[in-house]
């Protein structure tokens, strides 16, 4: 991400170096479904907004661990203006019958602030996910939570770490489907810890 100002003084603006667009896709998934899958970008900001107020109280707060309704403009472009490299957000839409795009699901990680990379370039980040209600249940978020370790991979990171309430089952069975160590919270019953050690992990 760049920020620039142009020579009259205008407010930095956001500016993308690479999109990544060997990561668009088209995902077919188990009930006929088709998905498109791409990387996101600074004017998805109404689009994620929608996706978010459109999910049920208990997805949102699976998600966010807190009661939000509606994003709150920084944390909407801290969602939306990502550099594709320290922060990946990928996210799954569809076409509706009026050609206007329709969030379905959004899957990303961003690498830890304060992790001091060791030699290699190799590091932690933090993933997150979410699918839609009506879009849940039919591999979709197993498939993007695959492809943010592939791409965490391709950049070098060892590994994704998230915190996830204890009582999110769909959550922790997806995560010990994909490989992940799971383990409760000393001092703290309502989340648990899970990572995926992307060392030697296959894709
Ligand atoms: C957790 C979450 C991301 C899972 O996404 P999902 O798209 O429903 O996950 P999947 O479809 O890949 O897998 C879930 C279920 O579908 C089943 N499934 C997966 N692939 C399938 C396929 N090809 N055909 C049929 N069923 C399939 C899985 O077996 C699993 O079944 P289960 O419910 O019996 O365990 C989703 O429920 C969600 O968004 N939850 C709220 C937000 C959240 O919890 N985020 C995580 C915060 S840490």
Redesign the pocket.
């Known amino acids: 991400m760049d920020a620039v100002a142009n020579a009259a003084g205008a407010p930095p603006r956001y500016s993308i170096a690479r999109y990544p667009t060997a990561l668009i896709d088209r995902l077919p998934?188990?009930?006929g479904r088709v998905v498109t899958i791409r990387p996101v970008l600074p004017q998805d900001a109404e689009l994620a907004q929608r996706f978010v107020a459109g999910l049920s109280l208990?997805?949102r707060y699976?998600?966010f661990q807190m009661g939000v309704g509606t994003l709150p403009p920084r944390l909407l472009r801290q969602l939306t203006e990502i550099d594709y490299a320290a922060h990946l957000a990928l996210l799954a839409g569809v076409v509706d019958e009026s050609g206007d795009e329709i969030q379905v699901?959004d899957a990303r990680y961003v690498v830890d602030a304060d992790a001091a990379p060791w030699p290699g370039g190799d590091g932690d980040a933090e993933?997150?996910?979410?699918?839609?209600d009506d879009?849940?249940?039919?591999?979709?978020?197993?498939?993007?939570m695959r492809r943010v370790a592939r791409a965490a991979r391709a950049r070098g990171l060892v590994r994704l770490h998230?915190?996830?309430?204890s009582t999110?089952t769909?959550?922790l069975?997806?995560l010990r489907?994909s490989g992940a160590c799971i383990r409760t919270r000393a001092g703290d019953a309502r989340l648990v810890d899970a990572w995926i050690d992307l060392r030697g992990a296959a894709d």
């Open positions: 998934l188990a009930d208990q997805t699976r998600r699901a993933f997150a996910l979410v699918v839609a879009w849940q249940g039919v591999g979709l978020g197993s498939e993007l998230g915190e996830v309430l999110n769909p959550m069975d997806l489907r």
